[in-house]
């Protein structure tokens, strides 16, 4: 049973080696040949297929071409790079066409017509043939490789530039460059020159990119993506549905977009308290303003910088340290603070009693003597105020305002113009003789009477001035009896 069996495998295989079995695609369309022309070279002609896919090359030279107008489905894909090379060299006049004809039956099929050895067009598919050789590895594809690099600072602390970058492309001639991810991040090409975003360059071609310094104030990324399009190529092979008739092979093209990336992290180089290109860094290498960098990065003695203040060992310190530090603090009044005579802050009132010229003075409620000691209001005013004839607690002053005792007091303030004791008191308060007292204190002045005085009114002055002294010498009697 198992030898009748290999024997019918064996024929089953020679059935199909002899009338041959074509797979169909079914996802492939159709072509048909929409024209079919000839080509004459002398005592030969030979066909050119126009197909409704473009024209069509021969790929089995023992069969006749089928007619014009005939329906011809797919078959396969063709891979052969040789052929691939053939087809896209192909141009369309008729000596082109069938150049490549003769190189394709000559590379892929082995075969030659001998009635074209020795032409011109033999010679030009000699050559095509010999150059498809070399490119029998070929693919066709688009592809697009990114030679990466680093970043650093350059060497004037300007910017953060890479180093050469570049891209190769199969399948295209040039490829664009995009730049992002950090705000100034700028595209230069080969010789150092800014272009826009998105420029062209040919594959190869290098470029660089860069950022100012000062954009760079955390690790950031910078994201470069380069990008190309070109073509993709198949070969279809489509094949009549006569096996006699010849298969023809087409080619197609569609356009593919490719692109490549790589990331450039930039890392702030750790600046301590520089200056660079104008920028300033503090003492955490952060950016910050000349103030900031000041009060961070230099050193400063009894200085105040900004709102900060700095003591005599150039350490920041309180408003208050640095006044008794760095001032010459001795009875000043700093804001709404108070420093002694010895410099060091002090409540108000210590400050007044250490600082001002207190003799006799009030401040606040608070009373100074003339010897600048706290008093209380009492002792002030007889020690600083100015008293004529009064009484002050219990001291006197007399008609100078110096202190006395109470007797000149009595004397010089009290009895003005009195007898006292048996004793004559003048308008001063003093002691003087009774004519002195009574010229100072008896006598009457009485008015002159004008010239336009009537003799009435002159009588009567003169009445009442005599009346006025007689009063007063019988008053100056009773005084003297009633002492």
Known sequence: MKKYLKIILMLAIIAVSAFGVRA??????????????????????EAKFHTTKGYGYCITPSKVGAAEGTSLNFTKYETDGGLLYLLKQAGNSDNSYLATQLAIWKYYNGFTISAYNGTSVMKQADALAAEAKKHANDKSEVAIKLNGASISLTSDNAYYKSGAMSAVTTGASNYTVSVSGVEG???????????????????????YVR?????????????VVVATTGKVYVMKRYSPSNNQKQDLVVLSS?????????????????????????????????????????IQCER????KVGDVYFGKEGKQVEEVVYHQQCDNNVCKKVGDKYYGKDGTEVEEVVYHQQCDNNVCKKVGDKYYGKD????????????????????????????????VSADQYTSECVHKCEVYNNQYYGENGTVVTEETYRAQ??????????????????GLYVFLGTSTILGGIGLAGHYRKSM
């Open 300 to 303: 400063h003695v009894c200085e």
């Open 185 to 207: 991040v700028q595209l230069l090409n080969a010789s150092g020159t800014v272009v826009s975003n998105g420029t062209t360059f040919k594959s190869g071609e290098k470029f």
């Open 372 to 403: 600048g000691t706290e008093v209380d209001s009492t002792l002030y005013s007889i020690q600083c105020e100015r008293h004529v004839c009064e009484k002050v607690g219990n001291t006197y002053f007399g008609l100078n305002g110096t202190e």
């Open 24 to 45: 169909y695609a079914t996802s492939e369309s159709s072509i048909t040949i929409d024209k079919k022309t000839y080509i004459n070279t002398g005592d030969r002609r």
């Open 211 to 223: 950022v100012a310094s000062n954009k760079i104030t955390q690790a950031s990324n910078i994201k």
């Open 254 to 294: 569609t356009d593919k977009k490719v692109n490549a990336s790589a990331t450039l992290k930039v890392t702030p180089v750790k600046r301590s308290c520089e200056i660079v290109n104008g920028t300033y860094y503090g003492k955490d290498g952060s950016v910050v303003d000349k103030t900031t960098y000041s």
């Open 441 to 458: 204190c008896e006598a009457v002045v009485v008015p002159v009477p004008d010239t336009n005085t009537s003799a009435l009114q002159m």
